[in-house]
Every structure is written in C-alpha cells, then in structure tokens.
C-alpha cells in the first residue's frame, strides 16, 4: 500500500527515471510516503533544513515526520510539491489542513491557493474554524472576509457551537471580533453621515440654481419684479426644488414675525440669500435680492471658519453634480430640503 502511494506521486511528475526514494514522509496514521529529498528540499525550505540535519545514524534514508492531519491531506501536500498542483477536490476536503501545512512548511504558491479556496467557500457554519486557522497561519486576506462574513451575520454565528466553543477557548480572537464589529458599525455610521451630508451640500447647491432661476426669469407663479404677468412661465426642470423655494420666498416677503427675528422660516431665506451672496461670482449684474449687500458685509466684517467651510462644499457638490449630469441623463428626484417647518442646517446656531 505504501509503495503504491509512493509510485502514484511519481506517475504524476512524469519521473518514471528518478532514482530510488531516499525519505520516509510518517503520518500520524503510522503510515509512511516515499519521497526524494531533492524535491522536498527545493520546494520547502523549512523540509530542506530539516533534511541537512545531520543524522546520528548512517541509514540511507531519512525520517521527516508531519502529524496533526489525515494521511491523505499529507499526501495531497507532498503531490503538490512535485507537481505544483492540487485538484479541486483535494480542496474541497482538505483546505484545511493544506493551508496548516503550506504555513508551516513555507510553501508560499499552495498557501495562497488554500487561502483564496477556503475564502470562497467559506460559509458561516465554519467561519469561526476559519478566522481561527487564518490568524494561526497569517493569511490576512482570508481574516478579513471572514471578519466581515461574520459581522453580517452576527446573530447567526452567535447562536451556533463553534461561537460557544471560541468564548471558552479562545477568549482574545473573541475580543478581536467583538472590535471589529465596533469598528465596522462606526464606519458604517461615518459613511451614512458622509452621505447625507454630501446630499445636503447637493440640496443646497440646486436650491441655489433655483433661486437664481427665480430671481432672474421666474418660475410659475414667482419672478422678477418686471417680469411680465401676463407670460406664463411653466415648471423648471427641477421644479420640486423650486417650488420650496417660492414658498419661503413668497412668506418673506410677507412674514410680519421677521423685523422682530422671530420666524425661523426667514431665517432659512437669509441663509439662503447670504450662501448666494457667498457663491455668486458676478454680484453687480446679479438680480438676486441683497446679494451684493451680504458680498459688501462679507469683505467688512469677514465669515467664521464654518461658514467658509460650507461655502467650499455647496461649491464642490455644485462642480461635482455638473460634472455627473455629463454622464448621466436621467435626473433622480430631489430630496425635500424644506418645506411648512422649513429646513434646519447644520451651521445655525440655535
């Protein structure tokens, strides 16, 4: 059975004219693989220290001993350092052990096929075996895809054995993934405040277009004051935006709260007015109401970090969204970005 094993290895590299085996592969079977030392020590360096080592006896044949993994898989490994391949169904039955074996014996090319194997076959039953093996055996790649396989599926992992068995046993990697988590659900909260402040940015820039729109050629039922009543201006493009904006236009221009500051609507069409005014590059032609009035306070009296801050991203959303509209055809529906409460920004101060 053992010299059939050994003749099996030499039919695959095709090395029907190699001298006589000179190593004993021991399994923890008791069984033993016939190999050359030559090949083993070409295609591990850690095999190749342990061949030079010098042996007390004068046997011919050297004794290389690997436990810890059925024979087979053993024997999978060997056939790989002969041949450079592995099946697909070797891999299937022992990714495993051949990624143990890879690590241990420094055999980089099956350790990155092990590696890229047991990540896409990794499932949550055994992903907790798998993140165990992968920090053992430091293959980062496979650690991360299955921290991530296992923060998706939490509730899952949690209620299954191999969780049960890695609190009582493995008490750090369980601190590792509990972090992980954390960590994940923090990103997961900065990149939807990230979104949402980059839709507001959006928002605010096509509020801008709206009000100059408005203020220059009318929209519907609200234009310049020398617009002709008679002509009939129909919807804009974007007229979901623009009719917010003739709300808030239409109440300034009849709140009675507004000498007193009391109208948290007027507030909204100031900041408007003034983020304009902060926008506009041309104010002396521009018929946007006070804007060159806020352009004159601006260059007086100066603007707070935050406001500056808020003018450079309405200014690059506005630049970003033009350029998408290039590549893009199909306009998605505006956000509502104010309405009978108005809108609150975040740079107000309460």
């Not at 277009?209 to 020398?226: A, F, M, Q, R, Y």
Request: proline share 5%; aromatic share 6%; charged share 30%.
């Amino acid at each position: 059975m053992v010299r059939a094993e050994a003749s099996r290895i030499l039919t695959v590299v095709g090395a029907e004219d190699m001298p006589e085996p000179d190593v004993r592969v021991i399994t923890s079977d008791g069984l033993l693989i016939f190999a050359h030392s030559k090949v083993l020590a070409s295609a591990s360096p850690v095999l190749e220290n342990i061949i030079e080592r010098p042996r007390k006896g004068r046997s011919n044949c050297s004794n290389i001993t690997i436990l810890g993994v059925p024979f087979d898989a053993v024997s999978a490994f060997i056939k790989f350092l002969y041949s450079s391949k592995c099946s697909e169904d070797q891999m299937e039955k022992y990714g495993i052990p051949l990624l143990a074996l890879s690590h241990v014996y420094l055999v980089p090319q099956l350790k990155q096929m092990c590696t890229k194997d047991l990540a896409d076959r990794m499932s949550i039953e055994d992903v907790v075996d798998v993140l165990q093996l992968a920090r053992l055996c430091d293959a980062p790649d496979l650690y991360v895809k299955g921290m991530k396989l296992l923060s998706n599926n939490f509730k899952m992992v949690k209620a299954g054995d191999g969780w049960k068995f890695l609190q009582k046993h493995d008490p750090l990697l369980e601190l590792e993934i509990l972090q992980f988590i954390d960590e994940s659900e923090t990103r997961k909260q900065r990149m939807r405040r990230h979104r949402e402040n980059k839709d507001l940015y959006i928002q605010l820039s096509e509020a801008m277009e709206c009000l100059e729109h408005i203020c220059s050629e009318g929209c519907t039922t609200v234009g310049p004051i020398d617009m002709d009543p008679s002509q009939h201006n129909g919807p804009c493009a974007k007229f979901t935006t623009c009719h917010r904006v003739q709300l808030l236009i239409k109440h300034f221009g009849t709140c009675t709260k507004r000498a007193n500051g009391g109208c948290l609507r007027c507030k909204r069409m100031w900041q408007l007015f003034r983020l304009h005014s902060s926008i506009c590059d041309r104010p002396d032609g521009c018929r946007v109401p006070l804007c060159r009035q806020f352009k004159l306070k601006a260059e007086q009296d100066g603007s707070d970090a935050r406001w500056r801050l808020l003018v450079r991203k309405v200014t690059t959303a506005k630049f970003t969204s033009s350029l998408s509209n290039l590549h893009v055809k199909k306009e998605k529906e505006p956000r509502r970005i104010m309405g009978d409460r108005g809108f609150r920004p975040w740079f107000q101060k309460t």
